[in-house]
């Protein structure tokens, strides 16, 4: 009798919980002697998402939160009676808030292990591909949760703060090739504490995909991370203040690429100045390749601003395309 082929989808995930500057990883053990991490099928109308986080709380007790941006696919065959299966598993990373776990009945006992225990426990080869990812992201979402909590909370040490006291973080894979900087955050900014989600912000997404990139794949944020009243140009020494937490961003996130967007960005990462005289330029500095263009607002108030911006995003994505392409040959 042939096989006929099944396919089925699960999703899971790595359930960190941090001590001090390290980590645990969370494994469960099932009465077979096998250890895995939490994860099961995806049931019909949920999202990998949602079923990763349904099934951690189920084996473990943990409310989950996943890690943004962060997932990792792996696939597999094997035999199930006169069934050849295809299964296919979506995993993400959560961050347990304590060690406290209440496992499930198909389970029998866990650990919170260190990166080798952790490995030599886990048999499942396609756990093991995707864990070294996964714990680099981990630390990198660490490194950046410090650097804003400290950001965060500068309203706090300076009596004339004259900066909105809403964060507005950067947003989008830690590890994202390219990363674009702008100024500061504006109105619709300081409210739903996301950058270029305004006027500007739908420009620039126009500009991305203009240059055959996705918003989702880039990391965007401000040299000033707080919205200047009236909008106005954040000043000398708010720039400053802010410019070591953007240093540190951009260190946790090690892009190959960095869009720099406006005089106050060229300014605060290349000491450079006059975007106008310098935008299209492609500057390579300590194995960073960085890519000089308009502000989208510049863009929103003058058509050949606007046409500047396009040119500049056109060649910028070339070039990034044919990198890419040759590391990867």
């Known amino acids: 009798m042939p096989y006929l082929t099944r396919f089925e989808y699960s999703a899971g995930a790595f359930v960190f919980l941090r001590r001090g500057e390290g980590f645990r990883l969370l494994i469960l053990r099932k009465d077979n002697g096998e250890y895995d991490i939490p994860k099961g099928h995806v049931e019909s109308g949920e999202s990998p998402e949602d079923a990763a986080i349904r099934e951690i709380r189920e084996e473990t007790g943990i409310r989950a939160q996943l890690v943004p941006h962060f997932h990792a696919d792996t696939s597999y065959f094997f035999r199930r009676g006169n069934d050849a299966v295809s299964k296919h598993v979506r995993i993400f990373i959560s961050l347990a808030r304590s060690g406290a776990v209440r496992i499930s009945k198909e389970h029998v006992g866990y650990e919170w292990l260190d990166i080798e225990g952790f490995r030599k426990k886990i048999r499942f080869k396609d756990t093991l591909e995707v864990l070294p990812g996964a714990v680099d992201y981990f630390k990198r979402y660490a490194r950046m949760h410090d650097i804003n909590t400290e950001y965060m909370h500068i309203p706090n040490r300076h009596r004339d703060w004259d900066l909105s006291r809403n964060f507005v973080p950067g947003d989008g894979p830690l590890n994202a090739q390219v990363m674009l900087i702008g100024q500061a955050p504006g109105r619709f900014e300081d409210r739903q504490r996301r950058p270029f989600v305004g006027r500007s912000g739908k420009l620039l997404d126009w500009m991305i995909k203009s240059a055959r990139l996705k918003r989702e794949n880039v990391y965007i944020t401000s040299v000033v991370q707080f919205f200047p009243p009236k909008n106005r140009m ?40 006059s975007v106008h005289a310098n935008h299209g330029s492609v500057i390579r500095k300590d194995g960073t390749t960085y890519m000089i263009t308009l502000h989208p607002a510049a863009a929103l108030r003058f058509k050949k601003s606007k046409a500047i911006m396009r040119q500049d995003f056109s060649k910028f994505g070339r070039l990034i395309a044919e990198s890419i392409k040759e590391v990867n040959v």
Do not use: D, H, T, W
Not at 240 to 250: A, E, N, P, T, V
């Open 234 to 273: 954040p000043a000398a020494k708010e720039i400053s203040l802010c410019k070591r937490f953007l240093s540190g961003q951009i260190k946790v996130i090690e892009p190959r690429f960095v869009i720099l967007l406006g005089n106050v960005a060229l300014n605060a990462v290349l000491g450079m100045r």
